[in-house]
């Protein structure tokens, strides 16, 4: 009795102190991709897609101005074949932004926000009765290079001319946007390079067991027809000859 006491005053004070920590320590909320405003990043993740079912997640505090790029790849297949599925962005006032229908992989590149919000991601497998489906797909988000700080603008303002300012910041403009193209096509060709093995090995897998199954059943039929071919030989062999009733006179 007071064991079961001592467990319920334990669990209580649990929620408690979860209750009262700080909100950086308290666990994020599922389907949220977590973002910091004031930088660029790229995160992937693989997921599960059930049967008649969708996954949504939330790309959270996009600016305007912000580029955003969508990259996936169904890794599922069946019977050798690459499955596919659908995809949908929304934003942040529900509109539709693209949609992809079954693909079996898929990109959406160099989309400029144009309304702060958080933009709602979507995969789609509600078409499909009985197969569901690992996707693996990756955000990529880049901020404004254009936006200054106050405070470093008040430094270059304060420490050299107008238009010499205005002339480097047109030239580092140009080069971090040259750089920045550069790393979109080597993210792209990374990304490549990556699915491909993954896709690679899940159809290996898939083709293997489908082999497996196959040999198994053909190794049953193989016996099953040799003990009936047994069995058939053997009675032909087991036949007797039928008796004739025949009266002998001497």
Partial sequence: MWSYRLCILISVSLQIQQCLAPAHQRPEALNEVPTDPSKSYQERYTIFVQQKSESCFFL????????????????????????????RIRDPENRMVIYQARKKEGHYVDYKVTKEGHYELCFNNKFSMYESKKVMWEVDVVGDEDTLESEEGVVLAANQTLQDYLTKADMVNKSIRKVRSALARSRHTAWWMGTKVAKDMERLETITSMIDKWSMAYSMLVCVVGVVQVMVLRRLFNAKPGTTHLNVRI
């Fill in 60 to 87: 959270e505090n996009m600016l305007v101005d912000y580029v955003l790029s969508i990259h996936y790849m169904v890794l599922s297949s069946s019977n050798g074949k690459q499955l596919d599925i659908n995809m």
